[in-house]
């Protein structure tokens, strides 16, 4: 298993601000992924960061809103920008590697909420 | 495309009864499935996941769940619960050969009570 980490844990944030978040794994991993969960509701595939390249993002998610960059193999950010009180969610990091089948571990997430 | 339901957004349940999380997704290709469970202001945990081979998987903290693939069901169950089970357990599926995109259901809440 992967020991991951986020930061911040949570924040407060002004509407039309910016906001980045940070995803560090304590070992090298292939795959790299950015999820939103709304309160009350389940996980959404926002992107797959992927290193040395542009994220690949999901229906309804563009890279102007989340931009996300990811340098190497232990590391990642999403930036949620313009934040608007829609954006209030907890943003979470997961990472696994290529192979048949790709388990996945989450990080403990970043609790965001916009005022 | 692929999608999991979970037919209960919430499960009361008394200390030390059995419990059924039910799970049902939708594909037209192979799937693997998995169990996630999110405690309160936590992460998400990998309970258990079927890939291949016998049906029944067993997880931790005494979970098992069955593969069913003829019902395209993956219900969860513990038979005897504790009150630290409280917590959200979420379904999710990666098709087979299609990438390692997991879809998940909508979760169920599992509140043990005394």
């Known amino acids: 298993s992967a020991v991951i980490s986020q930061k911040p844990s949570r924040d407060i944030c002004q509407r039309g601000t910016s906001l980045t978040i940070q995803c560090q794994v304590d070992s090298q991993v292939t795959m790299m992924f950015w999820y939103r969960q709304q309160p009350g509701q389940s996980l959404t595939l926002i992107a797959t960061a992927n290193q040395g390249s542009e994220a690949t993002y999901e229906s309804g998610f563009v890279i102007d809103k989340f931009p996300i960059s990811r340098p190497n193999l232990t590391f990642s950010t999403l930036t949620v920008s313009n934040m608007s009180p829609e954006d209030s969610s907890i943003y979470l990091c997961?990472?696994?590697?290529?192979?048949?089948?790709?388990?996945?571990?989450f990080g403990p997430g970043t609790r965001l909420t916009v005022l | 495309a692929q999608s999991v339901t979970q037919l209960d957004s919430q499960v009361p349940v008394f200390e030390e009864a059995p419990v059924e999380l039910r799970c049902n997704y939708s594909?037209?290709?192979?799937?693997?499935l998995f169990w996630y469970v999110q405690y309160p202001n936590q992460g998400l945990q990998l309970l258990l996941k079927?890939?291949?081979?016998?049906?029944l998987v067993k997880g931790i903290n005494g979970f098992e769940a069955e593969f069913n693939k003829s019902q395209t069901s993956f219900h969860l169950r513990k038979p005897s619960v504790h009150i630290s089970d409280t917590a959200e357990y979420f379904c999710a599926v990666i098709l087979t050969g299609g990438g390692n995109k997991l879809t998940f259901g909508t979760g169920t809440q599992l509140k043990v009570e005394l």
């Open positions: 079927y890939l291949s081979g016998s049906t």
């Open positions: 594909s037209s290709v192979s799937v693997y």
């Open positions: 997961s990472v696994g590697n290529r192979g048949a089948y790709n388990e996945q571990f």
